[in-house]
């Protein structure tokens, strides 16, 4: 892959930048770019010469900046991103006829389970949902980019270790694992006498809307 | 439909705190008779998309009915557990596999309980409830985080990444190649080709095409290759000719790229499906 950002001409060295034109690069790069940009990368714009804590300062005053738009600066796994605030996506949506596209529990609960207890083979998934796991619900998951193989468990059968990617943290706004909603402890679900959740049949009493 | 009617009949009943409880389990009172034993002939498809598996059907009816987890009733249980398999046998044997399998472990937890155990009295680990309990805990973790995973706003389904339009973007960057170290490239194969000359006189039927297909094959499984590697040291100056013409063309048609990251230096072919991979 060919660098997307090329180095500014030496007529535009760092003396004659100031603070708000460093912004304003900043953001036009931003807004270019296909996919978020990690500091390290930005900092190529300006020759390396300008720290990450400067920068990081600086994409903060960005991000404040841009705080009463329709689109918002966050700082996702992949470096920091433009995109557009929750509230925008029904508009958006009617733009185009095709909706997203919402898993179903298999899915998702697959996805949990490699997400948390990753890497993870699909036998050990089988394991914790008592069920086949059907190769169209890994199948899903690769085609978002949203999990991949990893290696092989060295046991007969060198079974595919699958794990969550890059892309994932980003699509789901996270910066790492760590973010990811915490377990709930097991003494709370012992505890639970009551079903927090709706009940099963309740939900698809009301079905894809 | 009468049994809905009776369903809808009893909910406010159910509400009302000064009702007695219709039964005991573990001394807790059941304050609602099950209703989720009868299910409408309809309503089984739903059912079987519904649940995820034993387990999760195991799930909704101990945290349906208060169940405590620790000490589940295996009889209560495997009583109403059966009663779904029941129904889903008569539609769908093939789901019904791991379901049955979960019956026949309910039911032998339940036969290991009621057999006398005087001795394994101290031992409290050896319930042979535990590893059920584990399981069906460890599940409805996972169940409860994928809810929860699903809560997060999602790319493209919660929101969008804003991108403003670039023209250069649309347009694939071409292989930036010098006409000189083509040239000269192509001189040393020439060169190379002609140490390697002999005379044997033989008419060969050379396409080009099937040269692509073939250099296409080489690429296959390599990021990529050096030019000159393309060229066997055995090729007649045909077969040369041939493979540079063949290399030119699949450039052409985009299936392949030459890249020289400096002057003079290597110079690579790549399979362009291979970068769409990286």
């Given amino acids: 892959m060919s660098d997307p950002l090329t180095p500014l001409n030496s007529i535009n060295t760092l003396d004659t930048l100031s603070p708000a034109k460093i912004k304003q690069i900043l953001e036009a790069v931003l807004l270019a770019a296909q996919d978020p940009l990690p500091v390290t990368e930005l900092r190529k714009l300006f020759d390396n010469e300008l720290s990450a804590t400067v920068l990081g300062k600086l994409l903060e005053e960005l991000r404040e900046e841009w705080t009463d738009s329709g689109i918002e600066l966050v700082s996702v796994a992949g470096g920091w991103r433009f995109q557009t605030k929750a509230g925008m996506q029904p508009y958006l949506d009617r733009l185009t006829p095709q909706k997203a596209p919402r898993y179903s529990r298999a899915v998702l609960e697959t996805l949990a389970i490699i997400?948390?207890?990753?890497?993870?083979?699909?036998?050990?998934?089988?394991?914790?949902?008592?069920?086949?796991?059907?190769?169209?619900?890994?199948?899903?998951?690769?085609?978002?980019?949203?999990?991949?193989?990893?290696?092989?468990?060295?046991?007969?059968?060198?079974?595919?270790?699958?794990?969550?990617?890059?892309?994932?943290?980003?699509?789901?706004?996270?910066?790492?694992?760590?973010?990811?909603?915490?377990?709930?402890?097991?003494?709370?679900?012992?505890?639970?006498?009551?079903?927090?959740?709706?009940?099963?049949?309740?939900?698809?009493?009301?079905?894809?809307? | 439909m009468k049994q809905s009617e009776q369903q809808e009949a009893m909910k406010p009943l159910i509400d009302s705190a000064d009702i007695h409880p219709v039964a005991r389990i573990c001394g807790e009172p059941l304050m609602e008779i099950p209703l989720d034993l009868y299910i409408p002939p309809d309503a089984l498809e739903v059912f079987l998309d519904t649940?995820?598996?034993?387990?999760?059907?195991?799930?909704?009816?101990?945290?349906?009915?208060?169940?405590?987890?620790?000490?589940?009733?295996?009889?209560?249980?495997?009583?109403?557990?059966?009663?779904?398999?029941?129904?889903?046998?008569?539609?769908?044997?093939?789901l019904a596999a791991e379901y049955l399998l979960m019956t026949a472990l309910l039911i032998e937890i339940k036969s290991r309980m009621?057999?006398?155990?005087?001795?394994?009295?101290?031992?409290?680990?050896?319930?042979?409830?535990?590893?059920?309990?584990?399981?069906?805990?460890?599940?409805?973790?996972?169940?409860?985080?994928?809810?929860?995973?699903?809560?997060?706003?999602?790319?493209?389904?919660?929101?969008?990444?804003?991108?403003?339009?670039?023209?250069?973007?649309?347009?694939?960057?071409?292989?930036?190649?010098?006409?000189?170290?083509?040239?000269?490239?192509?001189?040393?194969?020439?060169?190379?080709?002609?140490?390697?000359?002999?005379?044997?006189?033989?008419?060969?039927?050379?396409?080009?095409?099937?040269?692509?297909?073939?250099?296409?094959?080489?690429?296959?499984?390599?990021?990529?290759?050096?030019?000159?590697?393309?060229?066997?040291?055995?090729?007649?100056?045909?077969?040369?000719?041939?493979?540079?013409?063949?290399?030119?063309?699949?450039?052409?048609?985009?299936?392949?790229?030459?890249?020289?990251?400096e002057t003079f230096g290597m110079i690579y072919v790549r399979p362009t499906d291979a970068t769409q991979f990286n």
């Fill in chain 1, 115 to 209: 997400a948390y207890r990753q890497p993870v083979t699909r036998g050990d998934i089988e394991e914790i949902r008592g069920v086949n796991v059907a190769g169209s619900v890994l199948k899903a998951l690769t085609a978002r980019g949203w999990i991949d193989t990893v290696g092989h468990r060295n046991v007969p059968g060198k079974p595919a270790l699958f794990a969550t990617t890059q892309t994932f943290l980003n699509d789901l706004n996270l910066r790492s694992l760590e973010e990811l909603p915490p377990l709930e402890e097991m003494k709370s679900l012992i505890e639970s006498n009551n079903p927090t959740e709706e009940l099963p049949f309740e939900e698809t009493a009301t079905p894809a809307s």
């Fill in chain 2, 51 to 94: 649940f995820q598996g034993p387990l999760d059907l195991l799930l909704y009816l101990i945290r349906k009915h208060n169940l405590e987890i620790l000490d589940i009733p295996m009889a209560e249980l495997t009583k109403q557990y059966m009663a779904y398999v029941t129904m889903m046998r008569a539609d769908q044997l093939e």
């Fill in chain 2, 114 to 261: 009621l057999l006398p155990n005087p001795k394994a009295e101290i031992e409290e680990e050896h319930d042979p409830r535990a590893e059920l309990v584990r399981r069906l805990l460890e599940y409805e973790q996972m169940k409860n985080a994928a809810l929860r995973l699903n809560e997060l706003p999602q790319a493209e389904r919660d929101f969008t990444t804003a991108r403003i339009w670039i023209e250069h973007k649309t347009t694939e960057p071409l292989p930036t190649i010098n006409m000189d170290d083509l040239r000269h490239a192509w001189i040393t194969i020439l060169t190379r080709a002609k140490v390697n000359r002999h005379h044997q006189i033989k008419r060969e039927t050379l396409s080009v095409r099937a040269y692509m297909s073939q250099i296409l094959r080489d690429l296959r499984g390599h990021k990529q290759v050096e030019f000159y590697d393309l060229f066997s040291p055995a090729a007649t100056v045909a077969e040369v000719v041939i493979t540079f013409l063949a290399v030119l063309e699949l450039a052409k048609e985009l299936l392949v790229e030459i890249t020289q990251t």
